[in-house]
């Protein structure tokens, strides 16, 4: 623009442009250029120096610390009231992958009117709600859910504490140790540090412990179904079943009293001769 200018000014004067006129017009130019960015660099808004006064004077804190990161234990404990069991079982151990969990205990029970499992599941904590929420469906009853959530931060931080404080004693008696001359101060040395030992390897047992506990939330699901035509009104089986169930318990006590009888014939075989002389006694008397 300053070059076309100056054009335009030279042949409005019908003088000749020079080389060094174009040079000086642009070097003005780009020194007013710069003045005027320097200018805007001067201008500072006044609530940053404000707030920058405030953050300079505010203390650093440390985020970054592991040992106040929440530890929280959680645990789900839920029955599910199933109308196939069988889809159901399958669903459940095709998909704990998807969350990263795993099965730490499993116990399936079956009986002539009800089928049954109950399993324990470990899973990230991140997923825990995700996993829990996965367990619901047109054909799915939840009968019982209960969530409990554990903070024990202070537990881990305080333990951490104290086996530091105790690592701190046991590397004093171990100082004494190397000035210990005779062999009784040696073994009452070495008793304490074994002691104090003993300590650091509960509590570090401790922190891995919770630590563990808080990465893997638990989840005790119990899921069931009726089956031979039994239902959920009274919990109790239908009546085909109650009916086979009676003839085999008549058949079972009459199983039972045959073997106790034979069992017992020492015993009946004295109560028949006994019976058998005291009515010949009295025969004779008579």
């Not at 990161?69 to 404990?77: E, G």
């Not at 009274?234 to 006590?253: E, H, K, V």
């Not at 009946?268 to 025969?283: D, E, Q, S, T, Y």
Request: charged share 25%; net charge negative; glycine share 4%.
């Amino acid at each position: 623009m300053a070059i076309f200018a100056m054009m335009l000014y030279a042949c409005n004067s019908g003088k000749p442009l020079k080389v060094q006129d174009i040079q000086a017009s642009l070097d003005q130019t780009v020194t007013a250029n710069n003045k005027e960015e320097e200018n805007k660099q001067k201008i500072v808004n006044p609530a940053d120096t404000v707030a920058a006064g405030i953050n300079n004077n505010i203390p650093s804190v440390k985020q970054d610390n592991p040992d106040w990161d929440k530890k929280i234990i959680k645990t789900a404990d839920m029955q599910l009231q199933l109308d196939d069991y069988k889809k159901f079982n399958t669903s459940v151990h095709n998909s704990l992958q998807h969350f990263g969990a795993y099965i730490a205990e499993e116990k399936q029970e079956e009986t002539d009117y009800k089928i049954e499992n109950s399993i324990t599941i470990k899973v990230p904590v991140e997923q825990f709600d995700d996993l829990v929420n996965s367990f619901s469906g047109d054909d799915i009853k939840i009968v019982e859910k209960n969530i409990d959530r554990s903070d024990v931060t202070g537990e881990v931080v305080d333990t951490k504490a104290r086996m530091q404080a105790k690592m701190a004693v046991r590397d004093k008696y171990i100082e004494l140790l190397k000035q210990a001359r005779s062999m009784k101060d040696i073994l009452e040395v070495q008793t304490e540090i074994n002691g104090i030992q003993e300590d650091i390897e509960a509590a570090s047992s401790r922190i891995n412990y919770l630590q563990h506990s808080a990465a893997y939330s638990t989840v005790n699901l119990s899921y069931y179904q009726y089956i031979n035509g039994s239902t959920s009104n009274d919990g109790r089986p239908g009546f085909f079943t109650q009916l086979t169930d009676a003839f085999l318990n008549g058949t079972s006590m009459l199983s039972q009293l045959v073997l106790f009888a034979i069992s017992s014939w020492p015993f009946l075989l004295g109560i028949f001769l006994f019976w058998f002389f005291v009515k010949k006694f009295k025969l004779k008397k008579a």
